[in-house]
């Protein structure tokens, strides 16, 4: 079967947009069109009011195998006496712009991880802020095979989730982590059996769609910061957070409904 022309798949469930990568026959590795759709998507998206949780997914049997090595960014030109491509180049105008933006997110992004996902596709899921995978899915930091280190941010992701040994023998073997591996130390949330991915990654999005937008994101940017700061710092700053957001429409609705016994109706973003 041909592949379908278009690199990225957009559908919409309500306030919860799905991504899906649509290069299937390259195990939805990235060229110079798949990073421009799923950041123009992404971009879109953030400045939609009414996307309120953003789901990644993949088409056919793998969530994404990282860089194509065949993408003329990348691939070397073996001509006798021909320069090096300057990889560092790709990193600042592609997989930065890509990493940033999903982890300044205004709403949840979950990763729905349905087959292998390696190099700066497994990292690509790890910068979302729920992982959940399909119980056949993997995961490789396959850089060392090609004489690279881990980008797309897992130089700072894996260590902060798995631990340093963990994160260096990920890094360094470039070996398989199954899924359920993956689950049992910490990297992603949740393995879940292939056939109940779809639903149970719908269900959580949903969820997620009817929070306070605005005190997710916030959250999520208090535990990065709060991870450079001592005690007394972390404090300081949840205190202004709090501040913030105590001034919300979303506070008093939340606090409305409880005394009321009523689902709030979250509208911040």
Request: charged share 20%; net charge neutral; with cysteine.
């Amino acid at each position: 079967m041909a592949e379908d022309a278009t690199p990225l798949l957009s559908r919409r469930d309500g306030a919860v947009l799905t991504l899906t990568l649509n290069r299937p026959q390259a195990l939805n590795s990235f060229d110079g069109a798949l990073h421009d759709a799923l950041i123009g998507a992404l971009k879109a998206a953030a400045a939609d009011a009414g996307i309120r949780c953003v789901v990644i997914t993949g088409a056919g049997r793998g969530f994404c195998a990282g860089q194509d090595l065949s993408d003329p960014a990348v691939a070397p030109d073996l001509t006798p006496g021909a320069q090096p491509r300057d990889i560092g180049n790709l990193i600042e105008a592609r997989y930065k712009p890509l990493a940033m933006l999903i982890h300044q997110f205004p709403v949840p992004v979950i990763a729905a991880v349905n087959g292998v996902a390696a190099g700066a596709g497994a990292n690509l899921a790890l910068n979302c802020d729920i992982v959940l995978a399909a119980r056949s899915a993997s995961f490789i930091q396959a850089f060392s095979k090609i004489g690279l280190i881990p980008d797309c941010g897992g130089t700072w992701l894996l260590p902060r989730l798995v631990g340093r040994a963990n994160a260096l023998a990920l890094a360094l073997l470039g070996d398989k982590c199954s899924a359920e591996e993956a689950q049992r130390i910490g990297m992603i949330w949740r393995c879940v059996d292939d056939a109940a991915l779809a639903e149970e990654t719908q269900a959580l999005a949903q969820r997620l769609a009817a929070m306070p937008s605005k005190a997710l994101a916030e959250t999520r940017r208090a535990f990065d910061i709060a991870d450079h700061m001592d005690l007394s710092t972390a404090l300081s700053m949840e205190g202004e957070a709090q501040r913030r957001l105590g001034r919300s429409h979303d506070y008093l609705e939340g606090v409305s409904a409880f005394f009321a016994k009523r689902t709030p109706r979250f509208k911040d973003r």
